[in-house]
């Protein structure tokens, strides 16, 4: 059974930090790679950065600078480092992945194309002062 499980979001206030985990489990971490896509209400879904088999494709632009994705291929674990985190960061984060694709080519979930066949059930993250 193929599963992607996030943790480590959490409540925190504006220029916190937060590292989210993504756990896949029935695949092996090293043959595919991990998007991280976020929602909040009234907006539309946003890619945030992506874990190629190697290196790391930033998505967002607001993420560029503030956020690191990484993975451990031999934990099945990929992370996302928030840094520097504001209001507009509050959003339920998923994790998912692709079985053909690698990264989504833009951050905009429609114009992306993109059509991943897993998803994790979401880690809350809540910026707030």
């Known amino acids: 059974q193929v599963q992607l499980v996030e943790s480590g979001g959490g409540a925190v206030q504006p220029g916190g930090s937060l590292r989210l985990s993504c756990i896949m489990s029935?695949?092996?971490?090293?043959?595919?790679?991990i998007t991280w896509f976020r929602q909040a209400p009234g907006k539309e879904r946003e890619g945030v950065s992506c874990?190629?088999?190697?290196?790391?494709?930033p998505l967002h632009p607001s993420a560029k600078g503030r956020f690191i994705i990484s993975r451990d291929n031999a934990k099945n674990t990929v992370y996302l480092q928030m840094n520097s985190l504001t209001f507009e960061d509050t959003a339920v984060y998923h994790c998912?992945?692709?079985?053909?694709?690698?990264?989504?080519?833009?951050?905009?979930?429609?114009?992306?194309?993109?059509?991943?066949?897993?998803w994790g059930q979401g880690t809350q993250v809540t910026v707030s002062s």
């Open positions: 998912v992945t692709d079985l053909f694709d690698s990264c989504p080519r833009t951050w905009d979930w429609e114009d992306s194309k993109y059509h991943p066949d897993y």
């Open positions: 874990s190629p088999l190697d290196g790391e494709r």
């Open positions: 029935g695949l092996n971490l090293d043959n595919y790679a």
